[in-house]
Every structure is written in structure tokens, then in C-alpha cells.
């Protein structure tokens, strides 16, 4: 998923307000500090899932190469990408 910054700051916000209503955590940190230490957090969480996409599109092109004619891309893309997750511990 491509989010840009403004999004993912927003993102951050309904997080810590989501959070913060749900009493949940106690803030050891000014508010700015912690919305933007959550979204470095989806940042980072995002170009990880980025690279997982592009490595298992290398391996579906791998495998696309001798599978027979008329196999679903995307199902056998997601499929390859929820083996490469699991693999790693990566919660998609």
C-alpha cells in the first residue's frame, strides 16, 4: 500500500487518538514526539511490505515462466507473498 506523508501522519494521529480515548497508554512524551515516532513506525512497517512485494514478484515471475498457460497472476502472487510473510513472521 503507497501512503504519502500526509496520510501516514494522519494515520498516526487516529492512532494515538484512538489510543489515547481507549486509555490504553500513558504518555512518557510529549504528543508530537509520539505521533511522529508511530509514524516513522508505518513508515518503516510500509517499505518493509514493499520489499516483500517486490521479492515475491521475482519469485512469480519464476514461477510464472513454467506454469501453464491461463494461471491466475494475482491469486498465485498473493499466495506467494503470504508464504513469503509467514516465512519472515511479518503480519500482513
Same mark, same amino acid.
Not at 491461463?70 to 511479518?90: N, P, S, T, Y
Given at each position: 500500500?503507497?501512503?504519502? $506523508?500526509?496520510?501516514?501522519?494522519?494515520?498516526?494521529?487516529?492512532?494515538?487518538?484512538?489510543?489515547?480515548?481507549?486509555?490504553?497508554?500513558?504518555?512518557?512524551?510529549?504528543?508530537?514526539?509520539?505521533?511522529?515516532?508511530?509514524?516513522?513506525?508505518?513508515?518503516? $512497517?510500509?517499505?518493509?511490505?514493499?520489499?516483500?512485494?517486490?521479492?515475491?514478484?521475482?519469485?512469480?515471475?519464476?514461477?510464472?515462466?513454467?506454469?501453464?498457460?491461463?494461471?491466475?497472476?494475482?491469486?498465485?502472487?498473493?499466495?506467494?507473498?503470504?508464504?513469503?510473510?509467514?516465512?519472515?513472521?511479518?503480519?500482513?
Amino acid at each position: 500500500m503507497r501512503l504519502n $506523508d500526509e496520510q501516514i501522519i494522519r494515520l498516526a494521529n487516529g492512532v494515538f487518538d484512538a489510543l489515547s480515548r481507549s486509555g490504553q497508554m500513558t504518555l512518557k512524551a510529549e504528543q508530537g514526539l509520539v505521533v511522529a515516532r508511530l509514524a516513522e513506525t508505518i513508515r518503516e $512497517d510500509l517499505a518493509g511490505e514493499q520489499g516483500l512485494d517486490e521479492e515475491a514478484r521475482k519469485l512469480l515471475d519464476a514461477h510464472l515462466a513454467k506454469a501453464p498457460p491461463g494461471v491466475d497472476r494475482q491469486k498465485l502472487f498473493i499466495m506467494i507473498k503470504q508464504k513469503l510473510a509467514q516465512e519472515r513472521g511479518i503480519e500482513l
